[in-house]
Structures are given as structure tokens and as C-alpha cells.
T-cell receptor, first 113, second 107 residues
């Protein structure tokens, strides 16, 4: 089944403790993105990648890192999480760029206390 | 400052009638406009898109209209079905998303 898999689905952590949210897709897509969803703000793009080793900042990249060492994986790294990073995170992938519909993962709900 | 706005947080429609969801954007240079549907506890699902060179695109019960002069995008669902009840997001170039409109289709 074609899908984007994120792990974990839920995570509660403490301020400052480094964490990684994994994202993997099995569709051989070139494009991958990370978004966060917050009440009243919709989805905001954090980082995106157009292919292996090609990444760029989205609208809200501060406090996040990404890497794209393999085509299928696009992990999101929070080096020193803070409470304002408490959010619902989505990873997505597409075979096209701006005009193609993304396939989204099921989301990761992160709480930073 | 929000580049994409969905001014109606919610909409209720009777089953079988038309649902019209609206979206406004700020930048006339945007190329692609997309609609996603989202159920609770799931990721958004791509519905339909339109490029800036067109003014209409249809896919079954879903039609997207683009009015470039007004910087306005709309999604029409005809006929509406209870399974269409979800939150609908418009998006531009996959970069900017609206805040969503919650559609309820009443049987």
C-alpha cells in the first residue's frame, strides 16, 4: 500500500531533550515536506526537500532541522524542543512539485512540557 | 501575515445540495492552487488542484473555480454527501495553507 509513515504518533517530552520524528514513504517520491498544524493557523510548512541532499526552509523553520540522505526518509529533528513547538506535525510526499497533490502521513502529536 | 485565508470556519449543508467552500489569497504570482480534505485523526487527503492558467477544473462531484482578478478560489461539491463531512483546506503551491473550513453535510 502506498503510504507515508510517521513515527511516533504521540510523543510527550521535556524542554531541551533532543528528539527525532521519522518519516518514510514507499512511493519513490522526489518531494517531501514537513508541516505543523496549530489551532487558528492551519498548516504551516517547516521544511521541504526536492530530492536527496536537497532541502530548503519553509515558512516556520526556526528550531527544526531536517536531512534527506535517502529518497524514502525525511526525518524532522528538534535539537532543543521548547513548549512553543507543541503541535501536530505532518510529513508529506509527492512526485510533483508545487502543482502536485501531496500524500500525507497520519500525523505526530508532540507535547513539550 | 496570512497569504491564504478561509474566512468561513464552518459550513452546514443538506445532503444532495451544493457545498461551496471559499478561499482568498494575496499574491497574484502563485502558480498552483489545491484543495485537501481532512478527517479527524488522519492526515489531509488531496482532492483537486488547478493551475493559474485555468479558471475551472472538474473531477467527479468536485469542481474548483479560480478567479484570478479577485484572487479567489472556490470548491463546489455537488451533490453533497454525509461522507463529505470533514475539514477542507485550500493550499497554494504546497507552501501556504488556509486555516480550514469544517463542512457538515446533514442527512
Amino acid at each position: 500500500e502506498a503510504q507515508v509513515t510517521q513515527n511516533p504518533r504521540y510523543l510527550i517530552t521535556v524542554t531541551g531533550k533532543k528528539l527525532t520524528v521519522t518519516c518514510s514513504q514507499n512511493m519513490n517520491h522526489e518531494y517531501m515536506s514537513w508541516y505543523r498544524q496549530d489551532p487558528g493557523l492551519g498548516l504551516r510548512q517547516i521544511y521541504y526537500s526536492m530530492n536527496v541532499e536537497v532541502t530548503d526552509k519553509g515558512d516556520v523553520p526556526e528550531g527544526y532541522k531536517v536531512s534527506r540522505k535517502e529518497k524514502r526518509n525525511f526525518p524532522l529533528i528538534l535539537e532543543s524542543p521548547s513548549p512553543n513547538q507543541t503541535s501536530l506535525y505532518f510529513c508529506a510526499s509527492s512526485s510533483q512539485g508545487a502543482g502536485g497533490g501531496y500524500t500525507f502521513g497520519s500525523g505526530t502529536r508532540l507535547t513539550v512540557v | 501575515d496570512q497569504q491564504v485565508k478561509q474566512n468561513s470556519p464552518s459550513l452546514s449543508v443538506q445532503e444532495g445540495r451544493i457545498s461551496i467552500l471559499n478561499c482568498d489569497y494575496t499574491n497574484s504570482m502563485f502558480d498552483y492552487f489545491l484543495w485537501y480534505k481532512k478527517y479527524p485523526a488522519e492526515g489531509p487527503t488531496f482532492l483537486i488542484s488547478i493551475s493559474s492558467i485555468k479558471d475551472k477544473n472538474e473531477d467527479g462531484r468536485f469542481t474548483v473555480f479560480l478567479n484570478k482578478s479577485a484572487k479567489h478560489l472556490s470548491l463546489h461539491i455537488v451533490p453533497s454527501q454525509p461522507g463529505d463531512s470533514a475539514v477542507y483546506f485550500c493550499a497554494v503551491n504546497q507552501f501556504y495553507f488556509g486555516t480550514g473550513t469544517s463542512l457538515t453535510v446533514i442527512p
